[in-house]
Nanobody
Framework: QVQLVESGGDSVQAGGSLRLSCVFS????????MGWFRHTPGKGREGVAA?????????FYADSVKGRFTISRDNDKSTLYLQMNNLKLEDTAMYYC??????????????????????WGQGTRVTVSS
């Protein structure tokens, strides 16, 4: 059974940094997406960043986080990361790690869409204050 367990959420001041971690188990990631999403009451669920690997690696980011967030994965540690720098008030949200079950070709139009993901973690909260 695939399991995703997030950690690293915290309260931080604007301009600060956090690194989220997602330890995954029983998951085959080749030709599949792994990503980070966030949820707020006002915006709902939003794709933040995605990682796709099939020989080559492709990374996808929401426009709102480009240049500030970095997604990475340590295959030996079975961990997906989201490095978040220069955090803004609007980054406050519950952050979820997610993974797809179906092999795909890695399209930008799919990578940040939640309907292409089948496994979800329990979430970790990030609060950014002024």
């Amino acid at each position: 059974q695939v399991q995703l367990v997030e950690s690293g959420g915290d309260s931080v001041q604007a301009g600060g940094s956090l690194r989220l971690s997602c330890v995954f188990s029983a998951y085959t990631f080749d030709n599949r997406y792994m990503g980070w999403f966030r949820h707020t009451p006002g915006k709902g669920r939003e794709g933040v960043a995605a990682f796709y690997s099939s020989g080559n690696r492709a990374l996808f980011y929401a426009d709102s986080v480009k240049g500030r967030f970095t997604i990475s994965r340590d295959n030996d540690k079975s961990t997906l990361y989201l490095q978040m720098n220069n955090l803004k008030l609007e980054d406050t949200a519950m952050y979820y790690c997610a993974a797809s079950s179906v092999a795909t070709t890695g399209l930008a139009i799919q990578a940040l869409q939640p309907e292409f993901y089948d496994y979800w973690g329990q979430g970790t909260r990030v609060t950014v204050s002024s």
